[in-house]
């Protein structure tokens, strides 16, 4: 099993929706998720954070976390064309980060 | 601030070739790391620095090997290149190792034949 998982997507959705993305984890000790935004060809740039069970909410973004279920999302509510990208979950390992493989999300006008 | 740099941006060698890629960070950030990433297989840490004078081997370090050269810079080299080595290699950097955000450096895009 991977240490961390997605669904490599892609996934659409219409503008104005909200798109849900999610990751799974396996070390249960794990204490903070990081959410991370690619646009083609570009790097990749933190959106969110999270340390503790339940919601965050940043502006448009919502950040959940379930430590038990070992699994965080991502909502993007009014989704817009310019969230088009891959948004890739990330959880520290002992000494480094350790990153999903990237979900890929088009936001069609 | 430039953030962190990496030259050159794109590179094309031949099989057997070395060169090595350089890695800049002027945030004062201890620790640097040098990924790679491939289609549907996402980041993957080749090599991490936890802090200057210290290396470590990451996930995939097999054909690679990395300087800290002062707290700024990480170059990252290939002594003798393979196919398989295709890909696209980012530096990053962090105030911390471990769970601590990760600033990217723009990529070099290497092809190897």
């Known amino acids: 099993q991977k240490e961390v998982e997605q669904n490599s997507g892609p996934l659409s959705v219409p503008e104005g929706a909200i798109a849900s993305l999610n990751c799974t984890y396996s070390?249960?000790?794990?204490?903070?998720f990081f959410w991370y935004r690619q646009y083609s060809g570009k790097s990749p740039e933190l959106i969110m954070f999270?340390?503790?069970?339940g919601d965050k909410e940043d502006g448009r973004f919502t950040a959940q976390l379930n430590k038990a279920s070992q699994y965080v999302s991502l909502l993007i509510r009014d989704s817009q064309p310019s969230d088009s990208a891959t948004y890739l979950c990330a959880v520290p390992s002992s000494n480094d980060m350790r990153f999903g493989a990237g979900t890929r999300l088009t936001v069609k006008p | 601030n430039a953030g962190v740099t990496q030259t050159p941006k794109f590179q094309v060698l031949k099989t057997g070739q070395s060169m090595t890629l350089q890695c800049a960070q002027d945030m004062n950030h201890n620790s640097m790391y040098w990924y790679r990433q491939d289609p549907g297989m996402g980041l993957r840490l080749i090599y991490y620095s936890a802090s200057e004078g210290t290396t470590d081997k990451g996930e995939v370090p097999n054909g690679y090997n990395v300087s800290r050269l002062n707290k700024r810079e990480f170059s990252l080299r290939l002594e003798s290149a393979a196919p398989s080595q295709t890909s696209v290699y980012f530096c990053a950097s962090s105030d911390r190792n471990g769970g601590w955000e990760q600033f990217f450096g723009p990529g070099t895009r290497l092809t190897v034949l």
């Open positions: 999270i340390y503790s069970n």
């Open positions: 070390d249960r000790g794990s204490q903070s």
